[in-house]
């Protein structure tokens, strides 16, 4: 009752200054739940967060408009991005697919990773899948049920270094950069050395990609590479220096926004803007977005490594002890790693018809040591991300506006 009278109270104050500017709302809103923030709110540089926040608005034949409010933003403030990159890599690889038809290529192709330089790994068969065989296709539900790594980079491997990053610059996407494959050390010669791949119909070739160099550096204007005091290398031994992030993955927060938002409504943005998806891309990346890892089959998972809101940081914070809501379905790609937490996501209440876009990033390291797994994640992060996606929630539930028809967003699984 207290949360829903306070802003009930703050509705219309905070929302005629939200219709003025983007950048205060979000902190007047958090400042309103002292008891949830106000920890955070004290410390916003010590735990790098940064929110971006955007209501959608249905019109005439359910057309939506939207509007944005940011908390913190800074593009040039790196943050590590981790697993969020994947998103990107799923959507490139399926128009990297779609340029290949001709060729007999299909997402569910035999995929036969070789290897041919230093510190490459083949791959010619998937016990997770129903048939044994890897495949695009796989691949990709593997990433966006419980963020393989593995699947990450055999993607990675497929688009190519190159291609990646020509297509974040296509898109918009001006401060970010996909390098390195995930968890397997990948850095410097090694990350722009590609696999060979060969790709089958059956028993038939389809597709033989040789392997690629890509010799490109992808400079950005960054600040913050060098985080903490210390740090443990390769053999657990202590660094008295600061960790350097430099030349890695880097993924901002408004490009990561903007990509849900292109994704989740292409009819919003001009043909030339939208991804080179079919319809069946669509609904095979939406159905894995939302849908639990106790949901599927293949891959089939473990409900105590892998429960229902494993992956969905806003508004269950990864607990394992919350039901997740009937009604509610959240399309999302979490990341979490050097003490970082990450969720980009669209939150949609079928009975109510509330649906919004929010992205964040909060980090918590107190000794300042990195690589050594002491991260405050379930004591700051995890309630900082719930906290925050069902703030959220609860003023979106008192705003008034137009019930959107959802159907689009409401799957079989």
């Not at 994704?263 to 609904?283: G, V």
């Not at 929010?358 to 991300?385: H, R, W």
Request: aromatic share 14%; proline share 5%; glycine share 4%.
């Amino acid at each position: 009752m207290r949360t829903s009278l306070l802003i009930v109270l703050l509705l219309n104050s905070i929302f005629t200054m939200a219709q003025k500017t983007d950048t205060t709302f979000l902190k007047k809103l958090m400042e309103s739940r002292p008891e949830l923030f106000s920890s955070v709110l004290n410390h916003p540089d010590k735990n790098q967060v940064q929110i971006l926040y955007t209501q959608i608005t249905r019109a005439a034949k359910n057309k939506p408009s939207f509007k944005s409010y940011s908390f913190n933003l800074n593009p040039h403030h790196y943050f590590y991005p981790a697993s969020t990159v994947k998103l990107a890599a799923v959507i490139f690889a399926l128009e990297k697919v779609n340029r290949l038809k001709s060729t007999g290529l299909t997402v569910n192709s035999k995929m036969i990773t070789d290897s041919a330089f230093r510190g490459q790994t083949k791959v010619t068969k998937d016990t997770t899948t129903k048939n044994g065989y890897p495949t695009i296709e796989h691949y990709i539900k593997k990433i966006l049920l419980t963020s393989d790594n593995d699947a990450f980079n055999r993607l990675f491997e497929f688009i190519g270094r190159a291609e990646i990053n020509q297509k974040l610059k296509k898109y918009g996407f001006n401060d970010s950069r996909i390098l390195n494959r995930l968890a397997i050390g990948d850095a410097g010669e090694s990350s722009k050395n590609t696999n060979p791949i060969q790709f089958y119909h059956q028993d038939q070739l389809v597709y033989d990609q040789k392997a690629q160099f890509d010799p490109l550096e992808y400079e950005l204007n960054l600040t913050n590479l060098t985080m903490g005091k210390g740090y443990l290398d390769s053999a657990d031994r202590l660094v008295n220096k600061p960790f350097s992030l430099a030349n890695k993955n880097a993924f901002a927060i408004n490009d990561q926004h903007h990509l849900m938002q292109k994704l989740m409504f292409p009819e919003a943005f001009p043909a030339k803007e939208r991804f080179n998806l079919t319809s069946a891309d669509y609904h095979l990346i939406y159905t894995y977005m939302s849908k639990y890892p106790t949901e599927s089959d293949y891959p089939k998972y473990n409900a105590d490594e892998f429960w229902p809101t494993y992956a969905k940081m806003l508004y269950y914070g990864r607990e394992k002890s919350i039901a997740p809501d009937p009604n509610i379905r959240i399309f999302n790609k979490y990341g979490d790693s050097y003490g970082y937490i990450i969720d980009n996501a669209y939150l949609v209440d079928f009975k109510t018809g509330i649906e919004y876009l929010l992205t964040a990033v909060i980090q918590s390291n107190e000794d300042g040591i990195f690589n050594d797994n002491k991260y405050e994640y379930d004591t700051v992060c995890f309630p900082f991300m719930k906290n925050l996606g069902r703030t959220i929630y609860e003023f979106e539930k008192n705003r008034k506006k137009p019930k959107p028809d959802l159907s689009k967003f409401k799957l079989d699984y």
